[in-house]
């Protein structure tokens, strides 16, 4: 018999660094779930994407157990990593910090797939594409 979650927490985390503290702490205190071991699981999971934001959702069963699911890190995570910037444009629409090309959308597209609702790494790519122009990225035609 599988068990229900009865409740599902959703955050960002960097990876192979979850701790007890907040955020985790706050969102997973009144749970009554092991935070340590939370912790211990996660950066286990996580290490090989040190330096990223991993979106994790944790279900919580009504007798303290749990699972939870890592996604992708954010495409803006994927992004500026690509590229090797810090952060995207205060003003995009002006100030162009970064330009991707087919290759690295491509590159992008493919890791972040299982996260979104394209039926194909073109319409994936362009999914990119739209991510980085709204970041002030400029990128070859898809």
Do not use: W
Not at 58 to 71: G, L, M, S
Not at 77 to 102: C, M, R, Y
Not at 103 to 115: G, L, N
């Amino acid at each position: 018999m599988s068990k229900k979650a009865s409740k599902i927490v959703k955050l960002q985390i960097d990876a192979g660094k979850a701790n007890p503290a907040p955020p985790v702490g706050t969102a997973l205190g009144p749970t009554g779930v092991n935070m340590q071991e939370f912790c211990q699981q996660f950066n286990d999971r996580t290490k090989d994407l040190m330096g990223f934001k991993v979106p994790v959702a944790i279900y919580i069963n009504d007798d303290r157990t749990f699972t939870f699911e890592t996604k992708q890190p954010p495409m803006s995570g994927l992004i500026k990593h690509e590229l090797g910037i810090q952060k995207g444009s205060g003003v995009p629409n002006k100030d162009k910090v970064g330009h991707l090309t087919v290759d690295q959308m491509r590159s992008i597209a493919e890791r972040k797939m299982q996260d979104l609702n394209a039926n194909d790494i073109e319409a994936a790519m362009k999914q990119v594409a739209g991510s980085a122009r709204a970041m002030g990225i400029t990128s070859d035609a898809v």
